[in-house]
């Protein structure tokens, strides 16, 4: 009985696979992280998830004005109170739905292990929304989802993802993680980024609509941009002239500045 009831118990704290729940075990990765030298006394954290808290307990140690914990899962929550109470304020929410934005300001530095699953959409979401202020995101991704972020016009991982980051922010890679730095041990390696906002970058009124124009063009991969461009310009002639575009080229073909072109064009047709 005594056994089953235990067995229970570590079925509960068995790390979810749905919640992207691969924790960061290596001490030396944790000790590498937090010593990239963007951490300073002014800095206001935003860890999201936490998970276990290992990573957070390397952020304190950096001594930060503040830090905030956004956790989405309840049954780690008990854990990281006892951890935690005092050092940390800690959130029991998802952070796709998370809008507070007072808790953001021009020292914050958001830091994430994050979920595999819904990566990019956490990532975006720091793209497209302008009310987050920070002066950092420090994230880990899966690789082959690092590469798709840095990949470069004309190769075979340029995306919709490279285009929006880029547009908003200068984009560093780190270092590598290995699979075996984690637990449970993913299929894949991990890359951890770093992103910091361009002083300058090509004017867009909402950045919505370069999202859109990139998914509309990148919904066609393979084929040549022709098509998708007459359908975003409605077949207008003039303004597709005026874009001075090879509508031969294939998506992957355009740098982002031509992205933030058609994007920006397409805006001034909105309004008028
Ligand atoms: N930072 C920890 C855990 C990383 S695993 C470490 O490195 O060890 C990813 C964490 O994100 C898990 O704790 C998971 O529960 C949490 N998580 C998953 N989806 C989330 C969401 N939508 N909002 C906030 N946290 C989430």
Redesign the pocket.
């Known amino acids: 009985m005594r056994q089953l009831i235990l067995q229970k118990k570590l079925i509960k704290k068995r790390p979810?696979k749905s919640?992207?729940?691969?924790?960061?075990?290596d001490k030396n990765i944790l000790k590498r992280i937090v010593e990239i030298n963007i951490f300073n006394s002014e800095s206001e954290i935003i860890?999201?998830?936490?998970?276990?808290?290992?990573?957070?307990d390397y952020l304190i140690k950096k001594k930060p004005k503040k830090i905030f914990i956004?956790?989405?899962?309840k049954d780690?929550l008990k854990n990281l109170v006892e951890k935690f109470s005092g050092k940390a304020e800690i959130i029991n929410?998802?952070?796709?739905k998370?809008f507070e934005y007072q808790i953001f300001n021009k020292n914050t530095i958001v830091v994430?292990?994050?979920?595999y699953n819904?990566s990019s959409q956490i990532l975006v979401k720091f793209i497209l929304d302008n009310n987050f202020r920070f002066r950092a995101l420090m994230f880990?991704f899966q690789k082959e989802m690092a590469n798709r972020i840095l990949a470069k016009v004309n190769s075979k991982d340029y995306g919709r993802l490279s285009i929006l980051s880029n547009w908003k922010f200068r984009v560093k890679k780190l270092f590598d993680i290995k699979a075996g730095s984690?637990n449970p041990r993913p299929k894949v390696e991990s890359s951890i980024l770093l992103f910091i906002e361009k002083t300058e970058k090509f004017p867009i009124r909402d950045s919505k609509n370069l999202e859109k124009i990139t998914r509309i063009l990148f919904n066609q991969r393979r084929k040549k941009i022709r098509k998708s461009i007459n359908y975003i310009f409605k077949n207008n002639k003039k303004i597709i002239n005026n874009l001075n575009l090879n509508l031969d080229l294939r998506p992957q073909n355009l740098d982002v500045e031509t992205y933030c072109n058609i994007a920006s064009k397409y805006e001034e047709l909105k309004t008028n």
């Open positions: 979810k919640l992207g729940q691969n924790f960061l075990i860890e999201i998830g936490p998970g276990t808290g290992n990573l957070t956004i956790e989405k899962d780690l929410k998802d952070i796709l998370f994430g292990n994050l979920p819904i880990m984690f």
